[in-house]
C-alpha cells in the first residue's frame, strides 16, 4: 500500500460546526486517512467516534492514524448506507453527530491500481471503492447497452457528447475489450470535437466522473442513506456534509430542506393537517466553502462545499 497523503478538506470547518461534546458519540461515514475523525476523537472524554469506510486500504491507513485514540474509536469495514444499523448493533439508540465527506480521497486517486484516475493511461479501468465489490468500470463499458451508457454519462457526467461517446464505447469493444484508462481516452477523445477539447479540463474528466458513480452507487446511496441518518441524531445532534460536485450537492440541499420543512399541505391553507413533523433546521443556508488560504495549498478544495442540519427532537 502506497503512503497515505490525504489534505482533510474543509477540516477546521467542519470541526466547528460538529459542536463536538467530550462525551458524545460520533460518526464518521467516509473516514478516508481519518483525517476529521482523528480531530474530532481527540476532543473526545468518554465519548466515542465509530468510523466507516468501504475501502480496504482507507480502513487499513484510517487504523494507523487514529492509534494514538485508538481507546475512543471504533472501525467499521463498511459502506455508510450501512450506519444506523451498525450504530445500534454496536449499542447505541443515537448519535452526537455526523460527517460525511464525499467522493474519492487523493489516495485512491493517485494509486494507478485501483483506476480512478485518466492521467494514466496503462491504469486498469477499476474504480471500485469497495475492492470486494464484483464489477468493475470496464466491466460497465463492456456490458452495458448504448442506451445505458447514454444515461449514465448524461445524468452523471452531464456530458453534452454522451451519444458519440457511447455509440463509439460500444464500435471498439466489438474489436477489443475495454481494459485500460488509455483505451478509453483514446475513444473520448475521438468522440469530442477538438474545439469542444480546448474548455472545461481532461475530455475525460465527465466519463470517468459518470463511471466512477454509476459504479460506486454514489448518488442513490447518498439519496436512500440521508433521511436515515438524520433520524439517527439525537436532540441537537448535526450532520456535516462536504460534497465535491453538483449532484451531489442538490441531493444534500433538497434532503435538508425537506427535513426542515416536509409539510406538503398547499400554501393556502391556514392549518397543517399533512401531519408531516419537523426534524430541526438547515444551519447552512448557502454552503460553507473553503478560505483562500486553503484553496491555495490544495486545488481538490476548490469545488468542496460544506451543508450542515442539525436535529431537534
Ligand atoms: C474524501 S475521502 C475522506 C477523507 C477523510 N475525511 C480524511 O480527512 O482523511 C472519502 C472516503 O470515503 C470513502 N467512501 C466513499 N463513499 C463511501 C460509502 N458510501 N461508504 C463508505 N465509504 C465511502 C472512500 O472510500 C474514501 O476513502
Not at 466547528?16 to 462525551?23: A, D, G, Q, R, S
Not at 492509534?67 to 450506519?83: A, L, Q
Not at 480521497?105 to 469497495?130: I, N, V
Not at 393556502?268 to 444551519?283: A, D, L, T, Y
Request: aromatic fraction near 6%.
Amino acid at each position: 500500500m502506497e503512503e497515505f497523503n490525504h489534505y482533510s478538506v474543509l477540516l477546521q470547518e467542519t470541526i466547528n460546526e460538529l459542536h463536538i461534546k467530550p462525551n458524545g458519540i460520533y460518526c464518521d461515514g467516509t473516514l478516508g486517512g481519518g483525517g476529521h475523525s482523528f480531530q474530532i476523537a481527540s476532543r473526545l472524554e468518554a465519548g466515542r467516534l465509530i468510523g466507516f469506510d468501504q475501502d480496504r486500504d482507507a480502513i487499513a491507513a484510517a487504523t494507523k492514524r487514529l492509534e494514538p485514540v485508538s481507546d475512543r474509536v471504533t472501525i467499521v469495514k463498511s459502506n455508510y448506507e450501512n450506519m444506523v444499523a451498525k450504530v445500534h448493533e454496536l449499542g447505541y439508540d443515537g448519535v452526537d453527530g455526523i460527517v460525511l465527506d464525499l467522493g474519492v480521497s487523493s489516495y485512491q486517486l493517485d494509486d494507478k491500481e485501483r483506476g480512478f484516475s485518466y492521467m494514466q493511461e496503462d491504469a486498469p479501468l477499476d474504480m471500485r471503492m469497495d475492492q470486494e465489490s464484483g464489477m468493475t468500470a470496464a466491466d460497465i463499458l463492456n456490458t452495458y447497452p448504448q442506451e445505458e451508457l447514454i444515461r449514465i454519462l448524461r445524468e452523471y457526467g452531464e456530458e453534452k457528447f454522451a451519444v458519440n461517446i457511447a455509440k463509439n464505447i460500444c464500435s471498439a469493444r466489438e474489436k477489443e475489450p475495454f481494459a485500460t484508462a488509455g483505451q478509453l481516452n483514446e475513444v473520448v477523445r475521438t468522440s469530442i470535437p477538438k474545439k469542444a477539447q480546448l474548455t472545461g479540463g481532461h475530455p475525460s474528466k465527465r466519463t470517468y466522473q459518470a463511471l466512477r458513480i454509476e459504479l460506486n452507487r454514489e448518488l442513490a446511496v447518498l439519496e436512500d442513506s440521508l433521511n436515515g441518518m438524520i433520524d439517527l441524531l439525537n436532540d441537537g445532534g448535526r450532520i456535516c456534509i462536504i460534497t465535491f460536485h453538483s449532484l451531489e450537492d442538490r441531493i444534500v440541499k433538497n434532503v435538508f430542506k425537506k427535513a426542515e420543512d416536509p409539510c406538503t399541505c398547499p400554501k393556502n391553507f391556514p392549518v397543517c393537517v399533512c401531519g408531516n413533523k419537523s426534524k430541526g433546521k438547515v444551519i447552512t443556508r448557502k454552503p460553507i466553502l473553503p478560505s483562500e488560504e486553503e484553496l491555495e495549498v490544495n486545488s481538490r478544495s476548490k469545488s468542496a462545499k460544506l451543508r450542515v442540519f442539525e436535529r431537534s427532537v
